[in-house]
């Protein structure tokens, strides 16, 4: 996707072909920041501290810090796998592609392991671009529906799940920016995401960059906009799909099925395969639930009028503050998921139906 006409994706090769470079996405939206990551210690804190976040990019980017193990010591792979999978527990897609790396490295002779590595981690971002693309064009037929109908399309989305968030498009954003692109009249509000902000930081920042029309809203605002006729469709991304079609996805997501519900407004969940996980039956009961300091919600950061950036309290003093960074919305509150096959319904036989490799 691109930033003032650049094409640019989430993480890629530096130009000396081993240097793995991402966005610092604490940095957006006030500043466009590029990061060099070059040992996997510092993939893992660009993972741990979110200067890389959202459930494809973490896997990618952790695929990338295993290359760059394997260039400082083929021997460490286990210890590295182990340490990488343990910096965010929630979103399945960095299991995913540790144990893509863990697959093809295993048996290798250590002087093999870097640059199979190297090609795995390409071979696994450039799957999520093309995987992400496609979840584009299954759901476009969505809006364009409604744009037929209505003439117009007003998408409410949570969190962010675009280009920033994988690869490459985007889960959620993803036929948003294909309808855009179609000259479809399309306009999406932003729940702005409290605690991180991820909507009002990212996703606004996002499609202002792509010139699609966006309006910022606070994360309770949603249902009053359903009651009143002014949400057309839900669109979310999602860290992880149990084999039963529960959803995990930024905390708030499942309010806004609730509200979705209540309202008669179809509520989608957009996914690649990487995010399905089929070990899982029961996603309230199962899935690791991220807990985050609270110091995210006791606080928060913005630019001043002359331009810094400051860290303000906006809690009482004395107060604590509780943060799940993810929430589960149970299947039978989901109208269905886009994936890179096609859309299905969120139950066990339709996923079935579409990834019967997964059974
Ligand atoms: O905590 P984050 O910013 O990593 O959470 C991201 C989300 O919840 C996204 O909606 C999800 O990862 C899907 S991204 C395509």
Known sequence: ??????????????????????????????????????????????????????????????????????????????????????????????????????AKLHNLPAEARAAAAYAEAAAIADDDAETCRRIGENGLPLLQEIAA?????????????????????????????????????????????????????????????????????????????????????????????????????????????LAARDNGVPFWVALPHSTLDMRVRDGVAEIPIEERSGTEVTELTGRTADGRIETVRVVAAGSEAANPAFDVTPARLVTGLITERGRCAADEASLLALYPEKA
Request: proline letters at 2%; a neutral charge.
């Open 1 to 102: 996707m691109k930033i003032n006409g650049v094409a640019y994706r989430s993480v890629w090769l530096d130009a000396d072909g081993w240097g793995v470079r991402i966005f610092d996405q604490t940095k957006l939206p006030w500043m466009v920041e590029e990061l060099r990551l070059t040992t996997w210690q510092e993939a893992a804190h660009a993972i741990r501290s979110m200067q890389v976040r959202g459930a494809p990019l973490i896997g990618a980017v952790a695929a990338y810090g295993v290359a760059l193990a394997m260039r400082e010591d083929a021997g460490q792979l286990d210890a590295v796998l182990e340490a990488l999978a343990e910096t965010r527990p929630t979103a399945i897609n960095l299991r995913w592609a540790l144990d893509r790396q863990r």
């Open 149 to 257: 109908k209505k003439g117009r399309v007003n998408v409410l989305t949570h969190c962010n799940a675009g280009w920033l968030a994988t690869v490459d498009w985007g889960t959620a954003l993803a036929p948003i920016y294909m309808a855009h692109d179609a000259g479809l009249d399309v306009h999406v509000w932003v729940d702005e995401t409290r605690p991180r902000n991820q909507g009002a930081a990212l996703t606004a920042f996002e499609l202002g960059a792509h010139g699609v029309k966006h309006t910022v809203i606070a994360d309770n605002a949603g249902g009053h906009y359903m009651q009143h006729g002014e949400v057309d469709i839900v669109i979310v991304g999602t860290d992880r799909v149990t084999r039963t079609g529960d959803v995990a996805n930024k905390i708030g997501t499942y309010l806004k099925a």
